[in-house]
């Protein structure tokens, strides 16, 4: 209480003095917590308004049969399934879009048509329509049955396609299957929104955007998940939901002149065909031939039974998963086969199974009882792409994919991390700016405490020398002058935190609409954002009370090492 | 019973690449109780004397005892704890705490032993009655004149029943009529709480006041005993 008393006092004897210290530190707080609000907000913007809508927290991607453009994943309930078990995962939305030509009144231009999921419930409506908003339509319109694909243009595109409300759009694309489509859609809505990357998107509901561009009910596109806490859960939920997209080994159960026969795909690289003829005997055809793309290895009990040989037909069915009756397909036997898998199955190279398997999918398509020891050499159901960590390893791992390296669908489990970096990277930006204000304040604070100290120590060396020969210890005198620049920096941090606020209503206070300004994706209905946190402000405030008794420790230390003798000597 | 035990002491400054002797092997004994003085010309000694023996200076060589206790070995911790229990402070300019009022100056030494606020507060306002100065408690020492100021370095160096009081040059900052009256009080103080009393002076008129003179010239005790 002694040095509290004598430490408040103190400071308020030399007024000016440490109020020209004090409001330098509380400026200094002031564009700490300024530019850490600003961050924040910005990390802000980035986590739950971009990226969430461009690649989600954690996005799982699917390219079917190795296709860069083909993003369809057969099965949607199977995977559903995997994300849904999980309870850090808050939402999940399917990430449908297509680049296309859009032909509007006598104009053209480029768009993206993107499928925007009206069934997650008022929240996410609520959501999209504080992101995007209206300022021609409601985003009810979306559902509206007796419109033609109603959709939601940005204005910069209604204006470029010189479309207005009910107008109808004509769009020409490319579908992941490489198929050139074309389709009609009405202009239902008319949004204003200062991202200059959300400018070419068309909203279509998703059901009927996923119907435009192909898909059918049971398929899905690439799905990007939301979590509650991206920053940290999304690597551990991405590392559990790829533990839990293993995939099984395919298998299409069918029948053939009406005997059961089981068709397995063999992996189709080097190493695995040499494997594979190296287990089989052939009975009939050649090596050479036998692991054709276009045939299959038929082994000899089925051979035999239905008058196979070398080039015969072998036509197989099976029940399918979704659609009504089965599936049918006429394959070229290339080899008749001895020994091999155990149950004899029909073997097929990967290209050829996948073929078959994928747009056809077996009512029971992953086996549960593989052959033993035979895993490695067929199919699996779908090809589970390695975690990356980095940004070059998930642009190498695409570029593997572009060169047609996978014949099954690859499925890769990514966070926003490894996806969208170089958005990521502004957020470091801002943190080196905050870095460079907190250097900045750094020695404002080392430069003003210790010129601020030395002044005081010289002014009361002769106190210093009383109250040590009336017996204050070193210890006192040290902590009583570090006491004083804790006071003076906890008062001048509650002041600059004040002034912190007072500048964030200010800067937030004017609206703006840039348009075509990459920048006005920074803004959050057109003011400048900022999300002071209580971690935040503590960090900051906690940061310059750090650095202020760093740098008073050795001034204060050194005025408690003074001999009372010497100190009361002392005239100056 | 000696309560200070001096022998041999020998204080020299360094002074750029000279030597400067100040105390050239001092032998001194103080009774308990005694009201002493120590004359002599400026730089004879005087306040190297107190203050060695206040324990805020070390000794170049010699024993010092206060209380029996040998005080030239001992660390800053150590020697600083004896002058807050055993030793009492009065200087020639008053030397208080100019944020702290008269009764904060005064208790300040037992806030520092940590005795409790109440106890100190108490035991300083007997101290400020007792040296005249009831009225101006609440007074800080710009606010008081050279004579109160005294009395109040007189009441904050007994407030803690020290064995000893040094006193270096006392009324060198006073008239002649509050100087009297500030070794009025310290002889009754001295009377009083039956404290040793060694205040140093070059002023021949306050001679009167010492019932024991010890005269110091040139780092050398010259003469003693004075008579009173």
Same mark, same amino acid.
């Given at each position: 209480m002694l040095l509290l008393r004598l430490a408040l006092r103190n400071l308020l004897r030399q007024k000016r003095r440490n109020l020209m210290l004090g409001s330098a530190m509380a400026i200094g707080v002031a564009i700490l917590v300024t530019a850490g609000s600003f961050s924040a907000g910005v990390s802000d913007i980035m986590f739950n308004k971009i990226m969430r809508f461009i690649t989600g927290h954690v996005a799982v991607r699917f390219n079917e049969r190795g296709g860069v453009m083909r993003e369809i994943f057969r099965d949607r309930g199977r995977i559903l399934a995997a994300v849904q078990g999980d309870p850090l995962i808050e939402e999940w939305y399917e990430s449908v879009a297509m680049f296309a030509r859009a032909i509007g009144n006598g104009k053209s231009d480029n768009i993206i048509l993107v499928g925007m999921d009206a069934s997650k419930g008022e929240a996410t409506r609520a959501d999209w329509e504080a992101s995007f908003r209206l300022v021609e339509g409601d985003w009810a319109s979306l559902v509206d049955g007796t419109l033609e694909n109603p959709a939601v243009f940005s204005q910069e595109k209604a204006r470029s396609l010189n479309v207005k409300m009910g107008d109808v759009v004509r769009v020409r694309f490319r579908d992941m299957f490489g198929q050139d489509q074309a389709a009609r859609l009405t202009v239902a809505g008319i949004m204003r929104n200062d991202n200059i990357f959300m400018q070419p998107v068309v909203f279509l509901e998703l059901e009927r955007c996923k119907r435009v561009l192909g898909y059918r009910p049971h398929e899905t596109a690439s799905l990007s998940l939301q979590l509650k806490d991206a920053r940290r859960d999304a690597a551990?939920?991405?590392?559990?939901?790829?533990? !839990?997209?293993?995939?099984?080994?395919?298998?299409?159960?069918?029948?053939?002149?009406?005997?059961?026969?089981?068709?397995?795909?063999?992996?189709?690289?080097?190493?695995? !065909?040499?494997?594979?003829?190296?287990?089989l005997r052939l009975k009939a055809g050649s090596q050479e031939r036998a692991l054709r793309r276009d045939g299959v290895?038929?082994?000899?009990?089925?051979?035999? $039974?239905?008058?196979?040989?070398?080039?015969?037909?072998?036509?197989?069915? *099976?029940? !399918?998963?979704?659609?009504?009756?089965?599936?049918?397909?006429?394959?070229?036997?290339?080899?008749?086969?001895?020994?091999?898998?155990?149950?004899?199955?029909?073997?097929? =190279?990967?290209?050829?199974?996948?073929?078959?398997?994928?747009?056809?999918?077996?009512?029971?398509?992953?086996?549960?009882?593989?052959?033993?020891? *035979?895993?490695?050499?067929?199919?699996?159901?779908?090809?589970?792409?390695?975690?990356?960590?980095?940004?070059?390893?998930?642009?190498?791992?695409?570029?593997?994919?572009?060169?047609?390296?996978?014949?099954?669908?690859?499925?890769?489990?990514?966070?926003?991390?490894? %996806? $969208?970096?170089?958005?990521?990277?502004?957020?470091?930006?801002? =943190?080196?700016?905050?870095?460079?204000?907190?250097?900045?304040?750094?020695?404002?604070?080392?430069?003003?405490?210790? =010129?601020?100290?030395?002044?005081?120590?010289?002014? !009361? %060396?002769?106190?210093?020398?009383? $109250?040590?020969?009336?017996?204050?210890?070193?210890?006192?005198?040290?902590?009583?002058?570090?006491?004083?620049?804790?006071?003076?920096?906890?008062?001048?941090?509650?002041?600059?935190?004040?002034?912190?606020?007072?500048?964030?209503?200010?800067?937030?206070?004017?609206?703006?609409?840039?348009?075509?300004?990459?920048?006005?994706?920074?803004?959050?209905?057109?003011?400048?954002?900022?999300?002071?946190?209580?971690?935040?402000?503590a960090a900051s405030v906690l940061l310059i009370i750090a650095i202020a008794l760093a740098t008073a420790w050795f001034p204060a230390r050194r005025a408690a090492a003074m001999s009372p003798a010497q100190a009361l000597r002392h005239y100056g | 019973m000696n309560i200070i035990e001096i022998k041999d002491l020998r204080k020299d400054y360094p002074l750029g690449a000279t030597i400067v002797p100040a105390l050239r092997g001092v032998d001194l004994a103080v009774e308990e109780g005694e009201f002493m003085s120590?004359?002599?010309? &400026?730089?004879?000694?005087?306040?190297?004397?107190?203050?060695?023996? #206040?324990?805020?200076?070390?000794?170049?060589? #010699?024993?010092?005892?206060?209380? #029996?206790?040998?005080?030239?070995?001992?660390?800053?911790?150590?020697?600083?704890?004896i002058r807050l229990h055993r030793i009492g402070f009065i200087f020639q300019t008053f030397n208080l705490i100019p944020v702290l009022d008269v009764l904060e100056n005064i208790e300040f030494p037992l806030l520092l032993m940590k005795r409790p606020a109440a106890e100190a507060r108490r035991r300083a306002e007997k101290l400020a009655e007792e040296v005249g100065l009831s009225s101006y408690v609440r007074h800080r020492p710009a606010e008081l004149s050279g004579g109160q100021r005294q009395r109040v370095a007189i009441a904050r160096a007994l407030v803690?029943?020290?064995?000893?009081?040094?006193?270096?040059?006392?009324?060198?900052?006073?008239? &002649?009529?509050?100087?009297? &009256?500030?070794?009025?009080?310290?002889?009754?103080?001295?009377?009083?709480?039956?404290?040793?009393?060694?205040? &140093?002076?070059?002023?021949?008129?306050?001679? +009167?006041?010492?019932?024991?003179?010890? +005269?110091?010239?040139?780092?050398?005790?010259?003469?003693?005993?004075?008579?009173?």
């Open positions: 551990a939920v991405a590392a559990r939901l790829h533990a !839990r997209l293993a995939p099984g080994t395919a298998v299409i159960p069918a029948s053939a002149g009406g005997r059961p026969v089981r068709l397995y795909g063999y992996r189709s690289d080097p190493g695995s !065909r040499e494997k594979l003829l190296a287990s290895l038929v082994p000899e009990g089925l051979a035999a $039974a239905l008058r196979l040989s070398p080039g015969g037909k072998l036509k197989v069915s *099976w029940p !399918r998963k979704f659609g009504e009756g089965p599936a049918e397909a006429s394959l070229t036997v290339s080899a008749v086969y001895a020994g091999g898998p155990p149950g004899a199955p029909v073997l097929l =190279n990967d290209r050829l199974f996948y073929g078959l398997y994928y747009p056809d999918l077996p009512a029971v398509p992953s086996d549960p009882d593989p052959p033993a020891g *035979w895993a490695a050499l067929l199919s699996p159901e779908w090809t589970l792409l390695e975690r990356t960590f980095t940004t070059e390893d998930y642009k190498k791992k695409y570029q593997e994919i572009a060169r047609d390296k996978h014949r099954g669908t690859t499925v890769d489990v990514s966070t926003m991390y490894e %996806t $969208a970096s170089d958005i990521l990277k502004l957020e470091h930006v801002l =943190n080196v700016i905050t870095l460079s204000a907190v250097l900045i304040l750094f020695f404002i604070i080392l430069l003003g405490v210790v =010129n601020t100290l030395r002044m005081t120590i010289r002014e !009361r %060396t002769r106190e210093i020398g009383t $109250a040590r020969a009336i017996g204050m210890q070193r210890r006192d005198v040290r902590d009583l002058f570090l006491l004083e620049t804790l006071l003076l920096t906890v008062f001048s941090s509650a002041a600059g935190v004040l002034a912190g606020f007072g500048a964030m209503a200010l800067i937030s206070a004017p609206v703006f609409h840039p348009k075509d300004n990459p920048l006005g994706m920074l803004l959050v209905d057109g003011r400048v954002y900022f999300l002071p946190t209580f971690a935040g402000i | 120590v004359i002599g010309p &400026s730089g004879s000694g005087k306040t190297t004397l107190l203050n060695i023996i #206040g324990c805020i200076d070390h000794a170049t060589a #010699g024993s010092v005892k206060i209380a #029996g206790s040998e005080i030239t070995a001992l660390d800053d911790r150590a020697v600083t704890d803690t029943a020290p064995a000893i009081v040094l006193a270096d040059e006392p009324t060198a900052n006073l008239d &002649s009529v509050t100087g009297a &009256s500030i070794l009025e009080l310290m002889r009754e103080m001295n009377a009083v709480e039956k404290t040793t009393f060694v205040f &140093s002076t070059h002023d021949a008129g306050v001679l +009167r006041y010492a019932r024991r003179i010890v +005269r110091i010239k040139d780092g050398l005790i010259e003469k003693e005993p004075v008579a009173a």
